[in-house]
């Protein structure tokens, strides 16, 4: 009995210093705070709980409370105060204070087993969550944010207007520095002002803290009117509009104007033609010198709308280089020295205005000897998208050099029906990883819209993991924030949502083990009825009934259980998009593989008069396989249109719903020749070769 005795204690103790990754799942923090202590006891927010802020900085802490009071009020429906003071109260409250504005915390800490020492920089934090109360320390407002965003995780939603929150005691701060994400506004969609704050708003409550714009053509600049497309350009007043409510968040609006290559919408117009490497192409020439007129005059007025210490000039992927104006240059000095040489004319340009330059770095790590001549102050973003278990190779160049970077993983999105997760978590989890290794001063992970018809909101996953990657140490758990997303992202208690995402990424693995590539786009669009088409017909045609099927499973799951998404609500919309649409692809591939049998059985065996036209009927009649086809492709193309002008601008939508529109008129003339077929055998007992009728799978 007496070594029971002694035991129990023990476990006690041990429960209550648990490693920070076995609590951060039982709580399912997104990220995982760095320490965390779980006590016994939960406080109860009710009607009378107070929000209360420090009144030393009551204006700029609001914010951080507003957070606190929403979330609560979705909670429990019930609206709280929120207060100030300049101490904190007893019992019943929320405070939140400044760690240098109330003297008497760091007693209170103390007393809680932490200690609000300097580690806590500039975004740290400390929360303290007893029965009678919560406390949110930081020294800035930054880490006092982060620190609310916390306690908003924690809060459990109870039942008759009542929640709780489980007593514990964190102590947190970022791992990287620079936490942010890349979005694509030049490749077709262009958010509206509305949907960008609504990214800052969501980001920022996972801690990332920077935004970034990647543009080519579409800002308004006034001195250069005819780069942007009007109604697809964003303003002056639009961003600064942007700036402002990002510092409410902590969110920096990094902008990115490409002044290298990515300049085709540029540099399609006739007067910008003399710049341009080859004619009317893509890359600026570096020996012309109205080239760098150009860039004086576009960052003389984009940069200073954005007062953040950080400005990227793109300047990846310049194929073109030294194959037109820069020929003979490039043939002299070698496509290395010609690029860095652009690089430097460029830092000079952005140099008066006190930022740090950051450009891409797949160019210059083609040439790592040429990297000690860059200018040091500059920062080479290092990006991959792909599954790698390393990417020393990668970083490695730059840190000999002694050149900062920030490493750039990605969501897997592009081209894609629905993002590639498995492949987008496996990159961000590893380049992080190795980012932190090398030093990388953040991450900067992206999203791009390469064909025109990304949808942001599908991308949430692989943003919030890459949150979770850039504050977390080291290496983090695919499975374990995974099995938290369905609580840090959409408030739901199980893992409804997470199962059905994994469902429409396993489309990807199941036509990649076929032999047909991903779930892309491209395959969605390809006419089954073309040679081209019926060979991805046939090797797709394994994985058709496992791709509907998993469609259909989250499908089915997404509409009986949307209402269990108690945040991020809209977002599900985008899913079940997903699921539609992934599901018409595999019905494309089966059912095409059908039409073609039952063409060629009637074709072979046109003196069977029943067989032929129960056949054609098969294809094209009511409620036939090309009808099905057809209704459900014009079905998505409502739904797309709807989902697109929730994020973005009516700009460009027409050019992704020609191609539903192209497709349904492809299924529908299909009908329409079906049916001639069926009277020409009704006439004259022939049937046109199946070639003729696009049936090429025999």
């Known amino acids: 009995m007496k070594r029971t005795n002694l035991i129990l204690p ?44 420090n009144s030393a900085h009551t204006e700029e802490d609001r914010t951080a409370a507003e957070t606190i009071a929403e979330e609560i009020e979705s909670a429990t429906g019930q609206k709280i105060k929120i207060a100030t003071a300049r ?4 019992s019943n409250a929320i405070y939140l204070a400044r760690t240098g504005d109330d003297r008497k915390l760091s007693s209170l800490f103390e007393a809680a087993n932490i200690n609000l020492d300097d580690k806590l920089g500039e975004e740290g934090y400390a929360l303290y969550v007893s029965v009678e109360r919560v406390i949110i320390a930081a020294p800035t407002g930054q880490g006092l944010f982060y620190g609310a965003q916390t306690l908003r995780q924690l809060i459990d939603r109870g039942e ?45 409550a996972f801690k990332l803290n920077m935004f970034s714009l990647y543009i080519e053509h579409t800002f308004d ?64 020439a570096p020996v012309n010198e109205k080239s760098y007129e150009f860039i004086k005059d576009i960052y003389a007025e984009l940069v200073p709308l954005f007062p953040g210490p950080l400005f990227h000039i793109g300047a990846d992927e310049t194929f073109e280089l030294g194959r037109g104006q820069t020929k003979a240059r490039a043939d002299e000095v070698g496509l290395g020295l ?62 000999d050099a002694g050149i900062d970077i920030m490493v750039s993983p990605g969501a897997n999105n592009w081209n894609r029906i629905f993002p590639n997760f498995d492949t987008a978590f496996i990159n961000i989890k590893n380049l992080v990883r190795d980012g932190q290794k090398y ?32 504050w977390q140490e080291g290496e983090a758990a695919i499975e374990s924030f995974k099995s938290k997303y369905d609580w840090a992202f959409y408030r739901n208690t199980d893992n409804t949502f997470r199962d059905a995402i994994q469902s429409l990424t396993r489309a990807h693995s199941l036509l990649r083990a076929a032999g047909a590539g991903e779930a892309n786009d491209e395959a969605f669009w390809t006419d089954p009825f073309s040679e081209v088409g019926a060979s ?30 108690k945040a991020n609500l809209d977002t599900v919309d985008y899913l079940i998009f997903a699921a539609i649409r992934l599901d018409l692809l595999g019905m494309k591939i089966q059912f095409a593989g059908e039409m073609n049998k039952y063409y060629w059985e009637a074709y072979l065996n046109m003196s069977n008069r029943s067989l032929v036209l129960r056949n054609l009927n098969e294809i094209a009649s009511v409620n036939a396989r090309l009808q099905d086809l057809r209704d459900q492709t014009t079905r998505l193309r409502g739904m797309y249109s709807d989902l697109w002008m929730r994020e973005n601008r009516p700009y460009w939508l027409g050019n992704v719903v020609v191609r539903y529109d192209n497709l349904a008129s492809l299924f529908q003339s299909k009908i329409q020749a079906v049916q001639e077929a069926k009277a020409q055998y009704r006439e004259q007992s022939t049937l046109p070769t199946p070639q003729q009728m696009g049936f090429f799978i025999r």
Request: charged share 25%.
């Open 10 to 53: 023990v476990c006690a103790l041990l429960f209550l210093f648990l490693p920070v990754r076995a609590i951060g799942q039982d709580l399912k923090l997104v990220p995982e705070p760095k320490q965390v202590q779980k006590q016994n006891g939960a406080f109860n927010i009710t009607s009378k709980t107070r929000i209360v802020i």
């Open 87 to 90: 101490s904190a109260p007893k």
């Open 160 to 204: 008759a207007k009542r929640a709780t929150c489980q007593a514990v005691t964190i102590k947190d701060w970022p791992t990287m520095r620079w936490r942010g994400v890349h979005d694509d506004i030049s490749r077709g969609p262009v958010p509206t002002l509305d949907y960008m704050k609504k990214q800052i708003r969501t980001c920022a």
């Open 221 to 284: 600049y006034q001195k250069h009117p005819l780069i942007a497309p009007k109604e697809g350009a964003v303003t002056a007043d639009e961003v600064k509009q942007l700036v402002e409510y990002g510092k409410r968040y902590y969110v920096t609006i990094v902008p990115e104007q490409q002044a290298f290559g990515h300049l085709h919408h540029v540099l399609k117009n006739e007067v910008y033609n003399d710049i341009a490497e080859t004619p009317h192409g893509h890359v600026l």
């Open 338 to 399: 010609v690029y860095v040489e652009h690089l430097k004319r460029v830092a000079e340009i952005v140099k008066p205005y006190n930022k740090r330059l950051m450009f891409w770095g797949d160019i210059a790590i083609k040439y790592p000897k040429l990297l000690s001549v860059m200018p040091k102050d500059v920062i080479a973003v290092a990006w991959n998208y792909n599954a790698n278990a390393q990417f020393d190779d990668l970083l490695k160049p730059y840190k």
């Open 439 to 470: 030093g990388a001063l953040g991450m900067l992970n992206t999203t791009w819209d390469d064909d025109g018809e990304a949808l942001f909101a599908m991308t949430w996953p692989a943003i919030v993991f890459g949150a979770a990657c850039s």
């Open 536 to 565: 991805y017909i046939e090797k797709a045609a394994t994985a058709a009934k496992d791709v509907r099927l998993e469609a259909e499973r989250a499908l089915a799951s997404l509409y009986r259980n949307r209402a269990k998404a």
